[in-house]
T-cell receptor, first 112, second 113 residues
Framework: SQQGEEDPQALSIQEGENATMNCSYK?????LQWYRQNSGRGLVHLIL?????REKHSGRLRVTLDTSKKSSSLLITASRAADTASYFC????????????FGKGTSLLVTP | DAGITQSPRHKVTETGTPVTLRCHQT?????MYWYRQDPGHGLRLIHY???????DKGEVSDGYSVSRSKTEDFLLTLESATSSQTSVYFC????????????FGPGTRLTVL
């Protein structure tokens, strides 16, 4: 079953603006990971946040995790056209060997 | 590059034929995973492995089997391919072990006619 659900499904912004994507999940987790996928390509790992962490940064990316609300957000600051892609959140639990449960993704379009 | 490759990258086959997809890693990572990606579903776990000859089922394992006779190779077999198995298949490894990042291979696009 789908564990994570991203919101919005699609987001269109202009270069230089910030993009925020949200992810909600249903059960307790051990970690949550964000991935980027360009059209027709593979998945690129962006960032992992553990259940005992609240915020992590990586370059222009900022991820938050609120385990009480079972939600996470991914903020991309100063977006570029090259950020155009689909973004997925994935949660890992200790059962099933920490395999990932993915949401359906947010499609981000950044226009020049 | 996480040192993970998949073969073939593209395959077209006919309903009822067996198909084997290969995932190869260049390191001796213990955990390997097979997922499929379909429009509207995101990625879903098919099978995973936690060591040589140690495998377990995932969410969508019906119609699939796996084998891992060597640490570096994780094979996914469609015993009798069906059109519903048309999908993009991704293999993943977890180099840091459990509760760490998973890195994905480039994917195999499979079409079953």
């Amino acid at each position: 079953s789908q564990q994570g659900e991203e919101d919005p499904q699609a987001l269109s912004i202009q270069e230089g603006e910030n993009a925020t994507m949200n992810c909600s999940y249903k059960t307790s987790i051990n970690n949550l990971q964000w991935y980027r996928q360009n059209s027709g390509r593979g998945l690129v790992h962006l960032i992992l946040i553990r259940s005992n962490e609240r915020e992590k940064h990586s370059g222009r990316l900022r991820v938050t995790l609120d385990t009480s609300k079972k939600s996470s957000s991914l903020l991309i600051t100063a977006s570029r056209a090259a950020d155009t892609a689909s973004y997925f959140c994935a949660t890992a639990r200790s059962n099933s060997g920490y395999a990932l449960n993915f949401g359906k993704g947010t499609s981000l379009l950044v226009t020049p | 590059d996480a040192g993970i490759t998949q073969s073939p990258r593209h395959k077209v086959t006919e309903t009822g034929t067996p198909v084997t997809l290969r995932c190869h890693q260049t390191e001796n990572h213990r955990y390997m995973y097979w997922y499929r990606q379909d429009p509207g579903h995101g990625l879903r776990l098919i099978h995973y492995s936690y060591g040589v000859k140690d495998t377990d089922k995932g969410e969508v394992s019906d119609g699939y089997s796996v084998s891992r006779s060597k640490t570096e190779d994780f094979l996914l077999t469609l015993e009798s391919a069906t059109s519903s198995q048309t999908s993009v298949y991704f293999c993943a490894i977890s180099p840091g072990g459990l509760n760490n990042e998973q890195f994905f291979g480039p994917g195999t696009r499979l079409t079953v006619l």
